[in-house]
C-alpha cells in the first residue's frame, strides 16, 4: 500500500467556523480544494502532500488521508472489513499505534467500543500475516488510526498529524482562559494587517495573539516548533522529503524592518507568562511586552496598523456588570487613541459588544470551545470622518 505515492482523499478538519482562514492556507499551499465545510476543507493527494500541510498549517487541527470507505451496519462489519486492509504495510510489527473515531450509530453506546474492534481487526491481521503484533494504547505519540462512521457510511484514515495541529507547541503556560493557538490565527489572518504595520494587543493574558502575530509576520511556521508527527510512524516514511522541507520553511523566516508588535497587560504575571512562551516560540525579542492599564499602551502612529483586543466576556471569566464599563472604555480608548487604526475585538458576548458605541464595519464569526463569537473590525478613520457613531441595532 504505496500511501506515500498514491492519491487518495484528504480531510483536513479545524475548529468550527475556522474553514475559511485554512483554505486560504491550503489554497495558498498549491492545492486545489475539492470541498469546503464548517470543520475542515477536503482535497486529493498523497501522504507526502500531508507531510507538507503538517508542518504549514496553522489553522488546521488533523490532517486526515483516507484508507477505505465502505458500507457498515455493525460492529462485526466493521471487524470484517477492516481485517482486510493490509495494516502490514503501514504499521511496523514491532511499532505502536492508537485509534480515534467519531461514531454515530446505533450499534455504538460509545466510541471506545468501536475503537477496540478497529484494534482488534488490525492486530489479528497483523498477528496473521507477520506472526507479531504491534502495541497499541491512547497516546498519539506512533501511526494514528481514524475511523468516522455515521449512520451506514464508515470510512478508516490515516491521522497524519497525531497531536493536534491547533496547538502550536509554545505555550508552557496557558494564563487564565486561554485563546486556541489555531483560533488567534484564524482570526489575525482574517484581519486587514500587512503584517509589517504596527501589531497592538492590549490586555494580551498569555500573549496568544502576540506571538501568533510575530510567528506570522516573520512566516515562522507552527510545524517548525513540533518534532514528532503520526506520519513519521508509517513504514516508507520519506524522512529525507521531511528534513527537506522542514529546512526550507527555516530558511524562509524573515524579519520585516521595522515591525512593531507591542502586547500589554495590567497583569505583571501575565506579562511574565507571556514573555516565556513567546521565547519557547522563538519571538520574545520581536515582541515589546509592557505592564499597565490598556488604555496606557503605546499606540505608534504608522499607516496600516492594527489593534486587536480579546477581552473577557463574562462567559467563562469576569463579572459581567464590571465588564459593561471595560467594553465602554474600549470604546473611548479606539475613538480617542487609535486614529488611522483599524481596530478588532473578539468577543463572545454580543450585548456587551453594544456597550463600545462604534459601528464595526464588518463582524466575522468564530466558535471559541462551544461559545458563538465574533471578531468586530472598527474603521477608526484620521480624517474628519465621524467614528464615533452609536449603534442602533443589534450587534
Not at 491481521?125 to 468516522?148: I, K, Q
Not at 514528532?228 to 524522512?239: D, P, Q, S, T, V
Not at 507571556?274 to 505608534?300: M, R
Request: hydrophobic content about 40%; some cysteine.
Amino acid at each position: 500500500m504505496q500511501v506515500f505515492n498514491t492519491k487518495s482523499k484528504i480531510i483536513i478538519t479545524c475548529h468550527k467556523w475556522l474553514s475559511p482562514a485554512l483554505s486560504k492556507e491550503v489554497l495558498d499551499l498549491g492545492f486545489v480544494i475539492d470541498r469546503t465545510f464548517q470543520t475542515g476543507v477536503e482535497i486529493t493527494g498523497t501522504v507526502v502532500d500531508c507531510i507538507k500541510l503538517n508542518l504549514n498549517l496553522r489553522c488546521a487541527s488533523q490532517v486526515m488521508y483516507s484508507l477505505k470507505s465502505f458500507v457498515c451496519n455493525d460492529p462485526n462489519e466493521l471487524y470484517k472489513n477492516l481485517v482486510n486492509v493490509a495494516w502490514e504495510e503501514l504499521i511496523a510489527k514491532d511499532g505502536y499505534f492508537s485509534v480515534t473515531s467519531n461514531v454515530f450509530h446505533p450499534t455504538i453506546q460509545t466510541n471506545l467500543f468501536a475503537n477496540l474492534r478497529v484494534k482488534d481487526a488490525i492486530v489479528d491481521r497483523m498477528r496473521d500475516t507477520t506472526n507479531s503484533r504491534p502495541s497499541s494504547g491512547s497516546e498519539l505519540t506512533g501511526a494514528v488510526v481514524y475511523l468516522f462512521w455515521k449512520h451506514e457510511e464508515a470510512e478508516i484514515f490515516l491521522d497524519t498529524s497525531g497531536e493536534t495541529l491547533a496547538k502550536h507547541g509554545y505555550r508552557k503556560l496557558p494564563g487564565k482562559a486561554p485563546m486556541l493557538e489555531a483560533l488567534a490565527a484564524a482570526t489575525i489572518l482574517s484581519t486587514k494587517w500587512n503584517k509589517t504595520a504596527p501589531f497592538v494587543n492590549p490586555m494580551c493574558g498569555s500573549g496568544t495573539l502576540a506571538i501568533e502575530a510575530a510567528l506570522i509576520a516573520t512566516n515562522r511556521v507552527p510545524g517548525l516548533l513540533r518534532t514528532n508527527y503520526a506520519f513519521m510512524h508509517i513504514k516508507g516514511y520519506l524522512e529525507e522529503y521531511y528534513l527537506n522541507v522542514r529546512n526550507t520553511l527555516a530558511a524562509q523566516i524573515h524579519q520585516p524592518e521595522g515591525l512593531k508588535i507591542i502586547a500589554s497587560d495590567l497583569s505583571d504575571k501575565a506579562i511574565s507568562i507571556a514573555k516565556i512562551n513567546a521565547a519557547v516560540a522563538g519571538v520574545e525579542d520581536l515582541i515589546e511586552f509592557e505592564v499597565g492599564d490598556f488604555a496606557a499602551t503605546s499606540i505608534p502612529q504608522e499607516e496600516g496598523a492594527i489593534i486587536m483586543f480579546n477581552p473577557e466576556y463574562g462567559e467563562r471569566l469576569g463579572d459581567e456588570v464590571e465588564l459593561n464599563a471595560t467594553y465602554a472604555r474600549m470604546g473611548d480608548f479606539l475613538k480617542n487613541h487609535c486614529k488611522g487604526y483599524t481596530g478588532y475585538i473578539f468577543t463572545g458576548n454580543l450585548d456587551l459588544a453594544k456597550k463600545i458605541r462604534l459601528k464595526p464595519s464588518r463582524r466575522i464569526e468564530f466558535y471559541n470551545a462551544t461559545i458563538d463569537c465574533r471578531l468586530l473590525e472598527y474603521e477608526l478613520y484620521a480624517g474628519t470622518r465621524r467614528i464615533d457613531k452609536i449603534e442602533s441595532t443589534n450587534q
